[in-house]
């Protein structure tokens, strides 16, 4: 894929990302109405009474980004980091290359944070891959093995409201600060017909490699 089709496609994913976050923590974060619109200076008489269990000081609740799932990958190798599950779906709409037919992409929303905290680290490329019951015997040359670059790098505010403006640290060959935790959708193409119960989130072509469970994913029709 092109340079440009990818910063293209990058940007388009990182609003997508921000309105899959919006979408999730349901409709906080609006903003606040100005003296005009709320009718301040009217009587107490012509003023709107509140609903029964509200509060004059209430605000709204604040964008938020999924819980992280728990365990905790702990990947070893030239750079040391961790790595959470926060959010897993199925998509048929991927930056890039769509999935062949047949297949579709199972993408992860991941938490990633060097470590120790206090090192930057390059952005974990190919490291990481999805394994489920069926793999091995979907395997052909559509279906992949390890996750794909995925989208930027982004800080927790960036994920939430950086909009086309976040630009994000680049998967690839990116460096990855100290003392910050990083946001971002990776997907591995599997077969539309693939059995991901008990999927798991493994180190890639390591011998003994750590693994954690993926846990719930929304399929492509919810």
């Known amino acids: ?40 200076g009217e009587s107490p008489g012509a003023s709107e009474s509140l609903s029964p269990g509200k509060n004059a000081t209430d605000q709204p609740e604040p964008d938020k980004l999924p819980p992280a799932r728990t365990p905790v990958l702990h990947v070893d190798g030239k750079y040391t980091y961790t790595v959470r599950i926060l959010d897993a779906k199925t998509m048929v709409d991927v930056p890039g290359t769509p999935p062949p037919a047949g297949t579709m992409a ?30 091995k015997d979907d395997l052909n040359s559509e279906i992949g093995t390890v996750l794909d670059y995925g989208m930027p790098y982004l800080t927790e505010d960036q994920m939430l409201y950086g909009g086309e403006g976040a630009k994000g640290i680049d998967s690839v060959f990116g460096t990855l600060q100290p003392n910050t935790v990083y946001y971002h959708w990776a997907w591995q193409i599997v077969s539309e017909k693939a059995n ?11 011998w003994g490699a750590g693994c954690i469970p993926i846990g719930d994913i929304n399929t492509a029709e919810s």
């Open 1 to 40: 894929m092109g340079s440009k089709a990818r910063i293209r496609a990058s940007r388009r994913w990182v609003c997508a990302a921000a309105v899959l976050v919006s979408t999730l923590a349901g409709c906080g974060g609006g903003d606040t109405l100005d003296a005009a619109d709320t009718g301040a």
């Open 106 to 135: 199972l993408a992860l929303l991941l938490r990633v944070e060097a470590e120790p905290r206090d090192r930057s680290i390059h952005a974990p490329y190919a490291a990481l891959s999805i394994d489920y019951p069926s793999r």
């Open 196 to 206: 991901l119960e008990g999927a798991t989130l493994c180190e890639a072509e390591v």
